[in-house]
């Protein structure tokens, strides 16, 4: 397993990623309309590009010559805190190990950066959130955001001590 840092060239492949990713992994807790917004809002080429500019880091899960995944993470969110916005890998690889060496490398940066702990925020009805708990995240806070178009996003916040 290799992790590349993206470049802003490279952005097409987490949008193409994503675009494979989203649609089975929450169809059945949003409707379609909203997974269509949220691709379009989150990673149209235009808001990738402005979350690389906003010290985004996007990293790329490579196997062999394919891509299986991505995470993108902030170092310093909050004081001594790495926020990994999103981690996501191809359904056909899940349950293989990506997700965790997706964030034993993040943690091992956010350590570097001595950050002493990850953040995240997972739909509550997301199967993640079981990832997330077996992998020493604790849920936080619940939380309701409006994203826009009368949608809203009903989530945890997960932090984990590193």
Do not use: C
């Not at 059945?28 to 690389?52: C, G, H, R, T, V």
């Not at 993108?72 to 916005?85: D, G, M, Q, R, V």
């Not at 943690?107 to 995240?120: G, P």
């Amino acid at each position: 397993m290799n992790f590349v840092v993206a470049s802003k060239e490279q952005l097409p492949i987490v949008q193409e990623l994503a675009n494979k990713i989203w649609p089975p992994t929450f169809k059945s807790i949003l409707a379609a309309e909203q997974i269509e917004y949220m691709l379009d809002m989150m990673y149209s080429m235009d808001s990738l590009e402005k979350q690389l500019e906003s010290n985004r880091v996007f990293l790329l899960a490579e196997e062999g010559n394919h891509f299986v995944g991505f995470a993108s993470y902030e170092l310093n969110f909050e004081k001594a805190k790495t926020k990994i916005h999103k981690l996501y890998v191809l359904p056909e690889t899940q349950g293989k190990g990506v997700g965790r060496r997706l964030i034993d490398f993040i943690t091992q940066i956010a350590v570097s950066n001595q950050n002493h702990t990850l953040h995240l925020t997972v739909n509550k009805y997301n199967k993640a959130k079981d990832f997330y708990l077996k992998n020493g995240f604790e849920i936080t806070e619940e939380a309701v955001f409006d994203i826009g178009n009368g949608y809203i996003m009903d989530d945890y916040l997960m932090e984990k001590k590193i």
